[in-house]
């Protein structure tokens, strides 16, 4: 059979595997059961497998929950069945995995990134919604697969059994990338500042859907990826009795006000698009208190991670020059970040080669625009700073409702082609 016969033959186990995974989503920092299931999976194939500390820059760990919210995620992913020494090994988020694969030829190292976290949306419980319907709606409050790495995660590790059962065509080194905190753009610079991609040739991520909703096709490079950083600011003012004595009080709240407004009063970039938003705002504790206390949750982007740069210095001079305005006091965390990335016709044309010979899409398209951000840019620029060559691609499926919906589904037919197409990917690329 070719790969192809061989990956729609795994298509009920995949099916299987993606809705456990979707019925027992985790966001980001809190995939403890699915990076479990992931590395057992991986040991069983014969990978020499990573995790934890090894594969986790700490210092690098950008927007993690506290403490206590990871502890209650351990042992809920423990007694949903995930291996107890493992999540103890992953213990403050440390949830990623790298997988190799040494076929002891001569030839080029090859990875592929896949993520692995959920998005903090309460999933649609009504008829019309097929995995309420059929049975695999999420089980856990407030976390749902609502843009499809339950199926990025079914993927990789189907294009690992591939790739195990054709080690013999493969060479070099083959490297697998299971990413936690994908949401947030959170989770890859961690992974990255590892240096586990700084021996790479050739780099590829992927998406279910996106802009990519033609069924049985296939994008073999997705550009436009937006540089983002994600900021929260902080505001700390003097509480005070707003009646009996409000000229004691430093108001955090009006800091906080007066910088939404500002930051939206930002001056454009001449050399390309760039946005600022401000997405929440939270503040004071009583009618009749003078805020103390305020927060703002922010991100810029830009089309290249200069213009970007341009956007989070003017916005931390707005937000400061708001907190000198009302005599409070700032600080601000950066929560997530991602940079632009290059985009590299040649490779994407010779995908597109590679898998219409070996491949059975009814369409390929050899670009589309991504429109947005994704922190699978670390890996593409670091391996590309380096020499070496990345794309990202797009697997083609129709979609329920728009990704991060309530109602978000995917086809699942989707998921053996692209684990058919990454595993003739790694085959050709190993042996360049």
Known sequence: MSIWQEAEALKNELVARRRDLHKHPEPGWTEFRTASMVIKELQSLGYEVHYGS??????????????????????????????????????GGKTGVLAILKTGKPGKTVAFRVDMDSNDVQEDMQAGHRPYEEGFASEHPLAMHACGHDGHTTIGLAAAKLLMAHKDELAGTIKLIFQPAEEGVRGAYAMVNTGIVDDVDYMFGGHLGFKNTVDNSLVTMTGGFLATTKLDA?????????????EEGKNALLAAAQAAI????ISRHSKGSSRINVGVMNAGTGRNVVPDIATLKLETRGLTTEINEFMVKE?????QAAADLYDVK???SMAGSAPATTDDTELAHEIAELVKEKCGYDAIFEFADMGGSEDAGYFMERVQNNGGRASYLMYGTPIAAGHHNSHFDFNEEALWKAAATLTEMAIYFSNK
């Open 234 to 246: 902080t505001f700390k003012g003097v509480s005070a009795h707003a009646g009996a004595a409000p």
């Open 315 to 319: 916005a931390k001079r707005m937000l």
């Open 54 to 91: 090894e594969v986790m820059d700490e210092a690098s760990m950008m927007g993690l929950p506290s403490a206590e919210h990871l502890e209650k995620c351990m042992a809920r992913a423990i007694a949903e069945g995930a291996d107890a020494d493992l999540v103890k090994a992953m213990a």
């Open 330 to 332: 700032l600080s601000v």
């Open 262 to 265: 500002s930051l939206s009063t």
